[in-house]
Protein backbone atom coordinates (compact mmCIF):
# COMPACT_ATOMS: atom_id res chain seq x y z
CA UNK A 1 0.00 0.00 0.00
CA UNK A 2 2.72 2.38 0.87
CA UNK A 3 4.51 1.44 -2.52
CA UNK A 4 1.45 2.61 -4.34
CA UNK A 5 1.01 5.82 -2.53
CA UNK A 6 4.28 6.80 -2.92
CA UNK A 7 4.01 5.94 -6.83
CA UNK A 8 1.31 8.05 -6.67
CA UNK A 9 2.48 11.00 -4.85
CA UNK A 10 5.58 10.86 -7.55
CA UNK A 11 3.20 10.49 -10.17
CA UNK A 12 1.16 13.85 -9.23
CA UNK A 13 4.32 15.69 -9.06
CA UNK A 14 5.90 14.79 -12.03
CA UNK A 15 2.53 15.67 -13.80
CA UNK A 16 2.62 18.99 -12.07
CA UNK A 17 4.91 20.49 -14.66
CA UNK A 18 4.08 23.17 -17.57
CA UNK A 19 5.13 22.47 -21.04
CA UNK A 20 4.80 25.85 -22.46
CA UNK A 21 7.06 28.55 -23.88
CA UNK A 22 8.45 30.83 -21.38
CA UNK A 23 6.61 34.74 -21.11
CA UNK A 24 8.06 37.50 -19.40
CA UNK A 25 5.81 38.47 -16.34
CA UNK A 26 3.50 41.33 -16.52
CA UNK A 27 5.36 44.85 -15.28
CA UNK A 28 8.40 43.05 -15.78
CA UNK A 29 10.61 43.46 -19.13
CA UNK A 30 13.32 41.63 -21.21
CA UNK A 31 16.73 42.70 -20.97
CA UNK A 32 17.91 45.79 -23.02
CA UNK A 33 19.14 44.91 -26.40
CA UNK A 34 22.73 44.40 -26.75
CA UNK A 35 25.23 47.02 -28.18
CA UNK A 36 24.71 47.11 -31.71
CA UNK A 37 21.24 44.98 -31.93
CA UNK A 38 18.03 47.19 -33.07
CA UNK A 39 15.61 44.46 -31.23
CA UNK A 40 16.42 42.39 -28.39
CA UNK A 41 16.35 39.10 -27.81
CA UNK A 42 13.88 36.79 -27.03
CA UNK A 43 13.24 34.72 -24.04
CA UNK A 44 14.41 31.53 -26.36
CA UNK A 45 17.62 32.74 -26.88
CA UNK A 46 18.33 34.12 -24.02
CA UNK A 47 17.97 30.48 -22.50
CA UNK A 48 20.35 28.75 -25.54
CA UNK A 49 23.86 28.18 -24.50
CA UNK A 50 26.84 29.77 -26.40
CA UNK A 51 29.05 27.51 -28.35
CA UNK A 52 31.84 29.13 -26.26
CA UNK A 53 30.36 28.99 -22.89
CA UNK A 54 30.79 25.40 -23.19
CA UNK A 55 34.23 24.36 -24.48
CA UNK A 56 34.89 20.46 -25.38
CA UNK A 57 38.37 19.38 -25.14
CA UNK A 58 39.55 17.44 -27.74
CA UNK A 59 42.95 16.46 -26.79
CA UNK A 60 43.77 15.56 -23.34
CA UNK A 61 46.74 17.01 -21.98
CA UNK A 62 48.77 14.97 -19.74
CA UNK A 63 47.37 11.17 -19.81
CA UNK A 64 49.76 9.97 -17.06
CA UNK A 65 51.78 11.93 -14.38
CA UNK A 66 54.80 13.09 -15.30
CA UNK A 67 57.98 15.27 -13.72
CA UNK A 68 56.97 18.97 -14.88
CA UNK A 69 60.79 20.56 -16.30
CA UNK A 70 62.13 23.24 -14.62
CA UNK A 71 60.48 26.54 -14.83
CA UNK A 72 63.01 29.39 -15.20
CA UNK A 73 60.20 31.71 -13.83
CA UNK A 74 59.41 30.19 -10.32
CA UNK A 75 61.49 32.86 -8.77
CA UNK A 76 61.17 33.08 -4.76
CA UNK A 77 59.75 36.17 -3.49
CA UNK A 78 61.53 39.68 -3.23
CA UNK A 79 63.75 40.05 0.47
CA UNK A 80 61.86 42.75 2.31
CA UNK A 81 63.49 46.05 2.11
CA UNK A 82 64.70 47.21 5.76
CA UNK A 83 63.63 50.56 6.34
CA UNK A 84 67.05 52.71 6.96
CA UNK A 85 65.29 55.33 9.89
Do not use: H, W
Not at 32 to 60: D, M, N, W
Request: with cysteine; aromatic share 2%.
Amino acid sequence: MRNVAALLVLAALAACGQRADLAVKEGASLPPAPYGRAQKPAPRELLTIPTIAIPKRSVELRTRSEEREDDPFDLPPPERAVDPQ
